[in-house]
């Protein structure tokens, strides 16, 4: 992702992944280490929560929840919620058809 940043000439970069421990772990991992600003896009995360595809939850990552809390605060009790109902959502479940319908959604 740094390169990624660097070569687009950018100071940063606005980051939607899957909501399973994994892939918040990855941004928030970065964010502590990059020398490049990571944002999380809280509205694709939050339609992805009210609209996403729910699939099983494989596995936890040691310390997800306080992760969550740091990476995506204002969202984390949602995500924790679908975490211990042994769910996540992958990001492909937002696609096209939904992000057009739903216009107001910015990165």
Same mark, same amino acid.
């Given at each position: 992702?740094?390169?990624? +940043?660097?070569?687009? &000439?950018?100071?940063?970069?606005?980051?939607?992944?899957?909501? &399973?421990?994994?892939? +918040?772990?990855? /941004?928030? *991992?970065?964010?502590?280490?990059?020398?490049?600003?990571?944002?999380?896009?809280? &509205?694709?995360?939050?339609?992805? =929560?009210?609209?996403?595809?729910?699939?099983?939850?494989?596995?936890?990552? /040691?310390? &997800?929840?306080?992760?969550?809390?740091?990476?995506?605060? *204002? =969202?984390?009790?949602? =995500?924790?919620?679908?975490?211990?109902?042994?769910?996540? +959502?992958?990001?492909?479940?937002?696609?096209?058809?939904?992000?057009?319908?739903?216009?107001?959604?910015?990165?």
């Amino acid at each position: 992702m740094e390169e990624v +940043i660097r070569e687009s &000439d950018a100071s940063g970069a606005t980051y939607f992944g899957d909501l &399973d421990p994994r892939g +918040i772990w990855i /941004p928030w *991992n970065f964010s502590r280490t990059a020398s490049r600003v990571l944002a999380p896009a809280i &509205d694709l995360y939050r339609l992805s =929560l009210q609209i996403g595809v729910h699939r099983s939850l494989r596995t936890r990552v /040691p310390g &997800d929840e306080a992760i969550a809390g740091e990476w995506i605060p *204002n =969202l984390a009790s949602e =995500l924790i919620e679908l975490w211990r109902g042994g769910f996540r +959502i992958p990001q492909e479940s937002l696609g096209t058809e939904q992000l057009m319908r739903e216009r107001s959604v910015t990165p």
